[in-house]
Structure formats: C-alpha cells, structure tokens
C-alpha cells in the first residue's frame, strides 16, 4: 500500500486467471495471500490511459459492496496470457467502436446526430453537443462519448478522408 492508499497489483505477486461467467479470478500474495473469484476490471483513466491505471474490482459476498483488489499501473508488464485476460474483461465492460467514416451531421434538441461508419458496420449515434462530449485521444484523435457513455473512437482525425473531417471539424471544433 502506498502513501496515497492505493494498493499496486505487480506481475510477481499477482497471478491472473479466467473465471467462470466471463469474470476473472486474482490471487494476491502480497500483503496477505488472497485468493479473489468474480473480478473485473475498469479503466481509471480510460481515455488518456487505456492501457495504465486499471483497477480491479469484485464484489464481496459479505457486504455485497464493490471493492478495489488493486490497481494495475502497467498492463504490459503482466505476462501476455494474464494481460490478455485484463483486456478482456475491459472490452466487457466498455463498449467501444473505432470510427472508420462520418457519413452525416445534423443538430437538433442541442444533440448532434451522428450517421457513422466503424470496423463493426454502420451505426447512428446520438452525443450531447458539449466539450466533454468529445474527449482528445492520443496526438490527433478524439474520443467521443454517447447518450449512453458508449464509446467511439477516431484514433486519428486527419486520417479521416478530407469530406469526412471537414464535417466533422464544422462540429466538433475544439
């Protein structure tokens, strides 16, 4: 435990494996030995570090209250197997969809009506019209979050064909 209180889980005293109804299960052995079942994971900065600052969480059968096991500060310093496991259970609690196209935009109500195209087909999605409603993602990127707090992700703006971003520039513009 550090001086801030948060407990760092490390590759040499965390072991991480599949559990059952696609949950994780943990064993710590450092404080104490512990073995964790129904585990998941949540990003603590998931926009600016997707890969850094996960959390892992389960729900103790006791006061059936969510507890923090730890927080993961590097997930590639984990072996593959076990990061792999992590990444998982992040995809099963974050929708996310990389934005390949933006077919059209429209305005009404103060919400902006997307018609998009992403690597799982088209979707229409609908985000409030406000400046943390699409976040910077990476060096020229943006996230922008839905009615919803789904997720979906342009991971580069300007490599969006020159039609594609000129609109979206017209809205999203900070």
Known sequence: MTKTGIHYLL????TIESGEYDLLKVTVSSPEPKDYVGVFAVRAFPVSHPEQ???LRH????????HEIGV?????AFPKKASRLVRESLDHHYYEASVTRILAIRMEYNLLFFEIET????QSI?????????????EDGKVLLDVHDNRYV??????????DRELFERWIYW
């Open 154 to 163: 342009i991971p580069d703006v300007n490599a969006l064909p020159k039609q």
């Open 11 to 14: 590759p040499y005293d965390t």
């Open 59 to 66: 729900t103790d059968p006791e006061d059936h209250k969510e």
């Open 53 to 55: 600052f996960i959390s």
């Open 72 to 76: 993961i500060e590097n997930l590639s």
């Open 126 to 138: 609908t985000i409030r019209w406000s400046y943390d409603r699409a976040q910077g993602y990476g």
């Open 119 to 122: 690597t799982q087909g088209p």
